[in-house]
């Protein structure tokens, strides 16, 4: 099977074809997961794909997902790739779910698979130059799901809340070492809006992250940090890492989207309001 690619609207209807669709003989499917490496989020989105997966093929399946046949990488491409590898080759496996960022793209690269595998958290396919045949990955059993990452609408809205000229991006270390090619493009789109731009990696230490932002720097865009647990990126985070501990205290203004949220000193003239998530002005810019 040759998998289509599909956006958001079509996720569960292509997760639910491939699970169905090779194996019509089986009286029981066996699901194993890889995600990218340890963190609080892991069991979420294992119970949001598990229940989506389950309400399509009940009543025609029995698919269940063993415990000992979910694993996690160590947010390296080479650990994602051995936990893949031992899930591939698992008699017991009948599909593999990749359900990180990294582990989508780590699946997606290898070329035919010897089982059905879904890649449903690729980020903007076309820009990593991953597989694409007339709407189909064109390799066998790989069904990968591709949403573009709305990083330029996400400045522009930023821009006209906060104007600036000069920009940090905090971006986790793991994914910008593993896809070069989403970090080069976001300083390609930067440049294209005539920004001046530094890329600041983040790994496990917020303060030297947050300390490497240049001093000129007027605004911050911080990516989805999942590396990291939500006691270290949330409001109060511990190691002054929260949105709002680390960056407002040092007087930048602070695009949070994978939080919904604007942290600034001042936002277009807004009084920032203590919110749920902490001291933010709202901020959803590609509705």
Known sequence: MHGALSTESGRWLAIGTIIIAPLTTSAEIHVGTVTDGPGTHNEAIRNVFEHEVLALTQGEFDVVFPSDKQLEGDWTMQGIKEAADRLLADGDVDILLALGILSSTEVCRRGPLPKPVVAPLVIDSAVQGLPQQDGMSGVRNLVYLTSPAPFKQDLKAFNELVPFTDLAILGPRPLMEAV??????????????????EVVPVGDAAEVALGAIPANTEAVYMAPMLHLSQADVGPGGRGAWGPCDGLARRRHAAACPAHGALCAPHAAGRRLQDLAGGVFAPFTPHH
Not at 188 to 193: D, L, T
């Open 180 to 197: 070069p090619e989403l970090r080069d493009n976001c300083m390609k789109v930067v440049g294209e809006m005539g920004f001046r731009l």
